[in-house]
């Protein structure tokens, strides 16, 4: 019995030392790009590339509940205020007018990226003179105001084209001024993190600052 018992010891022993061998020499890794092909096409690499660092890796969408709908959009105005002045948060929005300057900001500077008419042929000389004859043209319609201040900056009109292209596309539910849910249950809140969406320690800090954000808002409001 004692033979049987000391083998069993020392096969333990021998299973815990291989495992913990096995453990301290492993190679751990949280990235994606370890699903991914060993020689990606050029497709795939952009794909992973997004995955990685896009816009979408950093959005976090944030569901706030309970109470009714001029409790939920106060308290959703309040965690905006509180998470836009976060440096961990490139941005923060609800659909409140608190977030209109940072939004235009973002599509003015990205307006040749975003505008649905920017092409290789705007910028010919011939595509550049019909760009700029229409912004002309737009001087005198009812939105003329707008071209006129951004003429100087963008005579091509891609900023106004943008603005018009995301007019006709379908809008989510607001209640009280804020995003809601199809339900009308719940407000939202999107927000987008600066640091990408393969770095965990950064994007843990940022759901944890929300939770923050939540709580500090909540006792706030009695």
């Given at each position: 019995?004692?033979?049987?018992?000391?083998?069993?010891?020392?096969?333990?022993?021998?299973?815990?030392?291989?495992?913990?061998?096995?453990?301290?020499?492993?190679?751990?890794?949280?990235?994606?790009?370890?699903?991914?092909?060993?020689?990606?096409?050029?497709?795939?690499?952009?794909?992973?590339?997004?995955?990685?660092?896009?816009?979408?890796?950093?959005?976090?969408?944030?569901?706030?509940?309970?109470?009714?709908?001029?409790?939920?959009?106060?308290?959703?105005?309040?965690?905006?205020?509180?998470?836009?002045?976060?440096?961990?948060?490139?941005?923060?929005?609800?659909?409140?007018?608190?977030d209109d300057a940072?939004?235009?900001?973002?599509?003015?500077?990205?307006?040749?990226?975003?505008?649905?008419?920017?092409?290789s042929q705007l910028?010919?000389?011939?595509?550049?003179?019909?760009?700029?004859?229409?912004?002309?043209?737009?001087?005198?319609?009812?939105?003329?105001?707008?071209?006129?201040?951004?003429?100087?900056?963008?005579?091509?009109?891609?900023?106004?084209?943008?603005?018009?292209?995301?007019?006709?596309?379908?809008?989510?539910?607001?209640?009280?001024?804020?995003?809601?849910?199809?339900?009308?249950?719940?407000?939202?809140?999107?927000?987008?993190?600066?640091?990408?969406?393969?770095?965990?320690?950064?994007?843990?800090?940022?759901?944890?600052?929300?939770?923050?954000?939540?709580?500090?808002?909540?006792?706030?409001?009695?």
């Amino acid at each position: 019995m004692r033979k049987i018992h000391g083998l069993v010891v020392v096969i333990w022993l021998t299973v815990l030392f291989v495992g913990g061998a096995l453990i301290l020499t492993a190679n751990f890794s949280a990235s994606l790009s370890e699903f991914m092909p060993q020689s990606p096409t050029a497709q795939q690499a952009v794909l992973n590339e997004q995955l990685l660092h896009g816009i979408l890796s950093r959005q976090i969408m944030i569901e706030i509940n309970g109470g009714d709908a001029s409790t939920r959009a106060k308290i959703s105005n309040e965690i905006v205020k509180k998470l836009q002045r976060n440096a961990a948060f490139f941005s923060v929005s609800n659909n409140s007018s608190n977030d209109d300057a940072s939004f235009f900001h973002y599509f003015f500077s990205h307006r040749y990226l975003l505008s649905p008419s920017v092409n290789s042929q705007l910028f010919t000389v011939a595509g550049l003179h019909k760009a700029i004859e229409n912004s002309i043209n737009m001087l005198a319609t009812p939105g003329g105001e707008m071209v006129q201040s951004l003429f100087p900056s963008d005579p091509t009109g891609a900023t106004v084209q943008l603005i018009q292209s995301l007019g006709r596309v379908a809008r989510p539910m607001t209640q009280d001024g804020v995003w809601s849910s199809r339900s009308g249950q719940s407000a939202l809140i999107l927000a987008q993190t600066r640091a990408s969406g393969s770095d965990m320690a950064a994007q843990q800090i940022a759901v944890n600052s929300i939770r923050l954000a939540f709580t500090k808002t909540k006792k706030e409001a009695g």
